[in-house]
């Protein structure tokens, strides 16, 4: 990666692209912007881009086909804009391989903030967080929905966890039987909603040994490692 | 108390217990008068034998040799009137006149009476009995008293035995209504179920379609004109659905549209040098983004894709407040027991967290807490503010209002919060609850079936 990351972006309406441009090349990016798919794939070709900007709709071929053509093609990570905010739209975005997503209107420093967790998890050679999403994980008797961020007991009732409950909760489920530090969390979970996520990490393990430890005094699922951290001691099984 | 229901609801029901009525009706109209017809016949077909009988005894009375005593027996004479009791015949009496006046008897009058009291048994009777049991049951339980007076004072009585109407006759009805019963009630029956099988299915598809709006077409079966109704119906339905689905897509394309420049505007606040100028105009377009949202999820209420799940409420209210003070908002969840009940949980979350927010806003504090209460869920939102002048509650929950007098006036939002809560729980079929506290703030509920 050059001192300047390269960024594509790719949106068909100039009334967004042109000023985030500007912005983003402000922020110390290099930007190239596009207005059609066709164009992306072009620049894709003959740059070394280091991220994608990629708008959902677009006339013509749309921005998840081509998020799905980047994903086949190679591993440059793409965040997603989107005007709708349905969640199937989300699900549908992080199947076809996007790394995050922005909802229409956004704040550009938001934006910003979230290329970097990008760059900084890539640089720390991280694997991508974001395939979970619409997956669901089970554990000890325990389902973890991630279309719902809930977690599902045996006998089929759903937990709604919040927030960070639910981010430490598949960070837990992504790595089972890893020990992960404070830190380690920490950046795990930030990835995506930064600014959610204020509260200690064991005030909020505390909360999740109470939602799904049979004693949360001694628990036996979310583990505390003495000088470690934490590590989920149980099987987890993709569905 | 439970009144017990003698009028079948349904239709099928009323049609036959209609018919069961009239044929009933019908069955002892014609069992009334068959009955008074036999007994007409049986008293006249009396009357004969009873008249020979005093004629061939007046004609016999002088002679010695008369050696037929039973039947000189069957008839007595009297020089005084014979009392006789019983209920009067004219309608005999006048038969036996004419029939008198037949062979040239002139009687002066004649009296006939029926006497439905059990005669006194005699030995022939007794014997007759015996000999056939069968004919117990035909045993004379009346008779026929006839008295004439065939000279100025004297007179001539005899008896006659009627038979009473037997116990047959009263089961042979029973068997015979039985039977039509079955002949009338059976085909009835079928078309019934005929008629009421497509009528369920069409009842049952119009109320899953008005409270999820989805519904399968009813397949088109039964008699002509309820499958015209169910075609009727269907046709009715897509159209439904067509027009709700335009109207999806286009509350789709305006949020796109709208966002679309929102968005830009969003980006071109950056530049703005000003810190404090930026920040405000961040704001109002985060203001009017909210506003949006609510315009379309208010518009979009009640076609929800997302399926209902057994919940614990408990859990997912203390999800939602931890998110607030994850924001450090100031809210705070109250212990509750585990509460479960089958409900969209994003729906629901939305719901409480437009009372959490309107709580925050309008009274400084939410207190979230979940209860039970006789087979609901109900979870309340109390704040700590000056809660709601009555007469104004209602008029809360109606879209764009919004509550003067709040000191927080620039943050109201388009007041479709509350709306939309109540469109959320309509949808759940449960209701929203606005009530002032004792000590003061409002509490505002979610009361969600269980």
Redo the contacts between chains.
Sequence with gaps: MSERPHLLLVDD?R??RE??A??LSRNGFRVTAVENAAEARTRLNANAIDLVILDI?MPGEDGLSLCRHIRETSEIPVIL?T???E??DRIVGLEMGADDYVL??????ELVARIKVIFRRVAAGGQRVTAPDGATYAFAGWLLKTQ?R?LVDE???????????YNLMLAFATRPNQVLSRDQLLDITQGREA?????AIDNQIS?LRK?IEPDPKNPILIKTVWGGGYTLAADVRKL | MKRVRLWPRSLVGQIILLVALALFVAQAINFALLLRERTRIELTSQTAPAVYRIVDALENRDRRNFDDRDRRARVQFFTARPAVSGRARPDVERRAQVMFADVGLDVRSVRVVEDRRPPPMRGWDNFRRRADRAMAQDRPVGRLVMVAEYEPGKWALTQSRLNGSSPRFGGWLVWQTLILYAIVLAPLLWIGRRLARPLRQLTGSAEQFARTGLADPVEERGPGDVRQLTMAFNAMRSRIIAMLDEKDRMLGAIGHDLRTPLASLRVRTESVEDEAERARMSETIDEMNRMLEDILSLARAGRSSEPAQKVDLSALADAVVEDFVELGSPAEMAESERAVASVRPQQIRRALRNLIENAIVYGERAHVSVAREDGAVLLMVADDGPGIAEDRMAEMMEPFTRLEGSRNRETGGAGLGLALVRAIMAEHGGTLRLANRAQGGLEASLVLPA
């Design positions: 309406e009334s967004i000023p985030l500007q912005y709709m804009l005007a709708r905010s969640e199937t229409k209107p956004f704040s550009p420093r719902e809930t006998e089929g009732v759903s937990l709604p966890l919040s927030t960070a409950e600014n959610a996520f204020d509260r909360r939602k």
